[in-house]
């Protein structure tokens, strides 16, 4: 049987990092009188930090220099990196490790595929860092998702074909990420907003043993 190769977007896949993002942002957003909602949240899953301050600083019709710009940003994260040294494994996501230890049972390869220039440090603070084969994150890539470029680095370290990796994602950039790159998507999320995924489920606990052995014995996947 061919090996696959399963890339997981870290973010809203294998934690609930998505609210302290929207506190750190809202606070900065509120400092420059922004007003920013948990919508416009939404629309900056899977976006790197750069772009994200973009959008919000397009959203409150602000223009900053560059030096404001760059001070911001290291703020921003300086505000995420105090929610993150307070997590631990109670934040992972329900049947997450269930299913990492699944594929590690059947011999198959595992990569995380992040924007996050913070994914290292969250993985070890939940203690997932050993299941992972690769890591592939926002320190790695120079183009951003829906740009292929993060997955691909992905499977190629798993020393993996394209089409025979398999995604997990929460945002649409990610899915349409992974579309570019030829492999299967999985939307982990409400099948509204991810409906360009090959399959999506609410969350992992939706996500049988079956479906992930049918991935595995899948020719086409
Ligand atoms: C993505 C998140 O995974 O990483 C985005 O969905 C975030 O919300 C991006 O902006 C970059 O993360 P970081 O940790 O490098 O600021
Ligand atoms: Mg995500």
Known sequence: MTKKGFIFDLDGVIVDTAK??????????????????????????GVS??????????????????EEFTRLMTDKNEEYL?????????????DVVRVLDTIIKKDQMIALGSASKNARVILDKVALRDKFHAIVDGTNVTKAKPDPEV???????LNIAPEHCIVFEDSVAGIQ????ANMISIGIGEAKILHE??????????????????LLTNQNA
Do not use: C
Not at 23 to 45: C, D, V
Not at 49 to 66: A, P
Not at 197 to 214: C, G, H, I, P, R
């Open 20 to 45: 302290y993002h929207f506190l750190a942002w809202q606070n900065l957003a509120n400092s420059l009188g922004i007003s920013f909602t948990e919508e416009q949240n939404e629309q900056l899953k």
């Open 49 to 66: 930090r750069v772009r994200s301050l973009e959008k919000i600083l397009e959203w409150g019709n602000k223009t900053i220099s560059e």
């Open 82 to 94: 105090k929610y993150i040294s307070k997590m631990d494994d109670s934040e992972i996501l329900p």
């Open 151 to 157: 997955f691909l680095i992905g499977a190629k370290e």
């Open 177 to 180: 990420a992974a579309n570019a």
């Open 197 to 214: 995924a090959d399959y999506v489920f609410k969350d992992f606990t939706e996500m049988n043993d079956d479906f992930l052995n049918n």
